[in-house]
């Protein structure tokens, strides 16, 4: 009792969990302990505590109050013994389902992709982020506007509250398909200037490398060991929103782009895939992907083959993929598979880095040469050729001829190999 005063006194949001395991549902739609287990921590991202954990198993989900009345009733009882405020379910609900299931509960229901969104409000700090959080969070609503009931007019601090301006949803659909369109207009200006800087990048001939992973695997911890970017990297979900991209010097050959990306998780709201697609996009031009997987994960294959089937829908075909098995000092070494394509690390002791860069190099195909070349004048189409494919540090016009340092690939290497003056 002292503990459920302290929490009102510090007003943290209290909630049950619920989950549908229903035969008729898919893999994607279905509940089960693991996956409350992973609704508990990210509640506890978004700043709220679980009082207690409901799973329902029926052949389909009920018409009216999806887990049945029975169930309902149950949980009403539950939330009223732990004096919770609010209901989250695992699954994603209808309006229809929305309104129902609030009046019967008495507080607010939200569904998993509610509260996904809601982490992401808190988590969004540059305007693209924002931009991005804010058009998802517009088209959830505008389908459910006839079924939100408490939770629409609940304005405040709490979860499930941080919505997208002042705007009177309820009233105003017009205005919300107008916002909708004006913030894809904006993100479309993103997306043009990170075209002109991937072209920029591809002129230069440097390689993007993409970090990819669950949430929460080491993504952002990876990032800081191998560049001292200085991000935050914290013990939770969705920590890392906001794309970072850092130069990387893999060997004396090799300069790449390493970007990092937003988390993947088990049924992500198709929404935030759709709004965060210009950010999610460097994926589809990356030249090699380090998929992150945390060693000690309790469903590390599950969570694995989410990775992998949002990589299939993400990134261009036939792209390659390193996987890289982080805190591996936390297992046996014989709990991680042994491949050409698999790198054994520990991201935050630094384990693994050298073998992690020799495999990121030989991924990427080179044998990239770094020369200076002395070419003669009639050969001035070749230093075109070199800006545009090749990465070129310097070019001196010079009585002999047109001096370049550049870093070149073996095809280059092999047409210039006569105007080698050194190679470095």
Do not use: W
Request: proline letters at 3%.
């Amino acid at each position: 009792m002292e503990r459920i005063e302290r929490l009102n006194e510090e007003k943290i949001e209290r909630a049950v969990l619920v989950g549908l395991n229903a035969d008729c549902f898919t893999k994607e739609q279905t509940a089960s302990e693991e996956t409350l287990a992973e609704l508990e921590a990210l509640l506890e991202t978004a700043g709220g505590i679980c009082t207690g954990k409901v799973l329902q198993n029926r052949h389909t989900p009920d018409a009216h109050s999806f887990i049945g009345d029975g169930k309902a009733q149950e949980v009403r009882d539950l939330i009223v013994s732990t004096e919770s405020t609010m209901a989250i379910f695992d699954n994603e609900l209808s309006p229809g389902q929305i309104r129902a299931l609030e009046e019967i509960l008495g507080v607010t229901v939200l569904d998993r992709s509610a509260l996904i969104l809601d982490i992401f409000a808190q988590r969004a700090k540059t305007r693209e982020g924002r931009l991005q959080v804010e058009l998802a969070q517009y088209k959830y609503l505008l389908p459910r506007l006839s079924g939100m009931g408490i939770s629409l007019s609940r304005q405040g601090g709490g979860i499930g509250t941080r919505g997208p301006g002042e705007t009177k949803l309820e009233s105003d659909r017009r205005h919300i398909r107008e916002r909708i369109h004006r913030l894809q207009n904006e993100l479309d200006q993103v997306r043009q200037v990170r075209a002109v800087q991937r072209e920029r990048r591809m002129k230069n001939s440097v390689p993007v490398v993409a970090i990819v992973g669950y949430t929460n695997a080491g993504k952002s911890t990876l990032l800081n060991q191998l560049t001292d970017a200085g991000i935050p990297a914290n013990n939770r979900l969705f920590d890392t929103l906001d794309t970072t991209s850092r130069q990387l010097t893999v060997s004396d050959n090799l300069d790449v782009i390493l970007s990092d990306t937003v988390g993947f998780i088990a049924k992500l709201p198709h929404h935030l895939v759709d709004a965060f697609r210009a950010t999610l996009e460097e994926l589809e031009y990356a030249d090699l992907l380090l998929h992150v997987i945390d060693s000690a994960d309790p469903n590390r294959e599950e969570h694995i083959a989410v990775v992998d089937s949002l990589i299939l829908k993400l990134a261009k075909p036939g792209t390659k993929i390193l996987r890289c098995y982080n805190k591996a000092d936390l297992v046996p070494a014989e709990d991680i598979p042994v491949g050409e394509d698999v790198v054994k690390i520990s991201a935050k002791l630094g384990i693994g880095m050298d073998k992690l860069l020799e495999a990121i190099e030989k991924a990427l195909g080179h044998a990239r040469h770094h020369i200076v070349v002395c070419l003669p004048y009639s050969m001035g189409g070749m230093v075109d050729t070199l800006h545009n494919s090749a990465q070129v540090i310097a070019v001196e016009y010079t009585a002999e001829g047109i001096e370049a340092e550049t870093i070149v690939d073996p095809i280059l290497y092999g047409k210039l190999r006569a105007y080698i003056r050194k190679e470095l």
